[in-house]
């Protein structure tokens, strides 16, 4: 073996972030490095990330779970997508969904340029009537895909609502069989080579000494190696991402089983609701220049569709990413590498993106700087990608209802996602460039929904005569609302297949 390899990985820090990269990297690795995980009881985790978007089952299926018994550890439910309720307007709600938007593009003209023209020439479906996961959440049905040619059935895209706790659990148990060696204890001092700067050990606060070769850093927002340790700095976007602040609390679970996330938006920020097995998650994500903790804790509680079972758990936050995520022998994953709201459920995406780049960039003991630098380019891509979508929630907004409103409204936006605005506004285009984390057809429903309409179309559209245009959207709409009829209900799906048992009292 080549002598310069890898031969040991101190991941330091548990929970979602630390338990994933366990696993991945314990499962590719095979025994063939050592990997041991450090953390400690006395240290919560944040652990509110507990909507997903479909690439989480890329990162299941690498690992060989089993996804019906997955749902059943972690509480979980299905997700076809996210309900947002009052950003547009107050009383006004949208759906963005999963998966494909209407039926087949015609040529190299994309489907949704024909209902722009027919929206143009006075329309009145919502592009959620042409979009099969938005019209089965909106009926609270829920299937995965079935073998049927030539239909919708046979592409649904869904995630998962899981307790990540539960999660992270499953995850531990599932690396400490292949080996990852997991210690107690919280770190006490870090220490550097005085020529390199690179991290030789970490020394914990009962003095063991853990040496390895690469570090992942996965102890949250206090980054203790890629910033207490290694000053890496920090990009702060409360300039345009202005929520501050967070406040979790589970309640009982109330009505109908939803498959989606829901995230209403508020005087202040927006709230959240994740329907799982055993209970309901929510929280309140707000900026505390316009309204304080106990303000906030209030609203949240009188907001809940069942009885809390705990009190609201305080969460603070700078938005923002770390300059580098990765320097000299320590990569930050997690909360560590930066933070960005779970308003489209990117949390612990951010998460299996970063092992998934760390894995195809894996370095050996020289660290090559071309090597550390290019996943620094490609997580910076991501990131900043996805902040611009993000950013889209609130600028796009006709509220001025609230003086946190009327900020966002008036605030100034990043030059990438002014473009892409006015681009879909002029001409209908949308460009997903290189590998931007959300698709065209995410941009669309977003957009629309946060009523940024299109002035003109693609002229190729013209080539449809108006009846066959009125005649082909009327079909693809009763081809999705039959579909749709035809899918059980999301309670009934995880009845038949993956509920979960009760949990033991603590």
């Not at 057809?441 to 977003?446: D, E, K």
């Amino acid at each position: 073996m080549d002598p310069n390899r890898i031969r040991k990985i101190v991941i330091v820090g548990g929970g979602t972030a630390g338990w994933m990269t366990a696993a991945t990297l314990a499962k590719l690795l095979q025994r063939k490095v050592e990997i041991e995980l450090v953390e400690s009881e006395q240290i919560g985790t944040v652990g509110v990330g507990e909507a997903t978007i479909p690439q989480i089952r890329l990162f299941n299926a690498t690992l060989g779970l089993d996804e019906d018994e997955f749902v059943r550890r972690t509480q979980g439910t299905f997700k076809l997508g996210i309900e947002f309720v009052d950003w547009t307007r107050v009383g006004h709600a949208y759906h963005h969904a999963f998966g494909a938007v209407g039926g087949r593009d015609l040529g190299l003209v994309q489907f949704y340029q024909y209902w722009i023209k027919q929206q143009l020439n006075g329309g009145i479906d919502e592009i959620g009537a042409y979009t099969f996961n938005a019209i089965a959440a909106r009926q609270n049905r829920f299937m995965r895909p079935a073998q049927i040619q030539n239909s919708p059935l046979s592409n649904i895209a869904y995630a998962f609502h899981f307790d990540a706790g539960l999660y992270a659990r499953f995850l531990r148990e599932f690396s400490e069989r292949l080996g990852v060696v997991r210690s107690e204890g919280m770190v006490k001092q870090t220490l550097l080579n005085a020529e390199s700067g690179f991290i030789e050990a970490i020394v914990l606060d009962d003095e063991r000494r853990i040496s390895g070769d690469l570090f992942i850093d996965c102890s949250g927002f206090r980054g203790l190696l890629i910033e207490q340790a290694l000053h890496t700095g920090y990009e702060d976007w409360r300039h345009w991402l202005p929520c501050d602040r967070a406040l979790a609390v589970p309640c009982e679970s109330a009505g109908e089983l939803m498959p989606y996330t829901r995230s209403t938006a508020r005087e202040a920020g927006w709230q959240w609701r994740i329907p799982l097995q055993h209970r309901t998650g929510n929280g309140y994500v707000y900026c505390s220049e316009f309204i304080s903790d106990d303000e906030a804790a209030a609203k949240l509680t009188s907001r809940l569709d069942g009885r809390p079972q705990a009190e609201p758990r305080p969460l603070r936050f700078v938005t923002g990413m770390r300059k580098r995520f990765w320097n000299r022998n320590c990569v930050a994953i997690g909360l560590s590498s930066g933070f960005m709201e779970p308003l489209e459920s990117t949390s612990i995406h951010f998460i299996q993106s970063s092992i998934s780049k760390l894995i195809s960039l894996f370095p050996d003991r020289h660290f090559a700087q071309a090597t550390i630098d290019e996943y620094n380019r490609q997580v910076q891509f991501e990131f900043e990608r996805s902040r611009d979508f993000l950013i889209l929630h609130y600028k796009a907004t006709e509220r001025r209802d609230s003086p946190f409103w009327e900020r966002c409204a008036a605030m100034a936006i990043p030059d990438t996602l002014n473009e892409k605005i006015q681009l879909f506004r002029d001409s209908g285009r949308i460009y997903r460039e290189h590998e931007e984390l959300f698709t065209e057809a995410s941009w669309l429903q977003v957009l629309l929904g946060q009523a940024v309409m299109p002035r003109a179309y693609h002229p190729m559209v013209d080539m449809l005569e108006q009846a066959e245009l009125e005649q082909m959207l009327s079909g693809v709409r009763g081809v999705l609302e039959r579909s749709a009829a035809a899918v059980p209900k999301h309670a009934d799906f995880i009845a038949k297949f993956c509920r979960a048992a009760p949990l033991q009292a603590a």
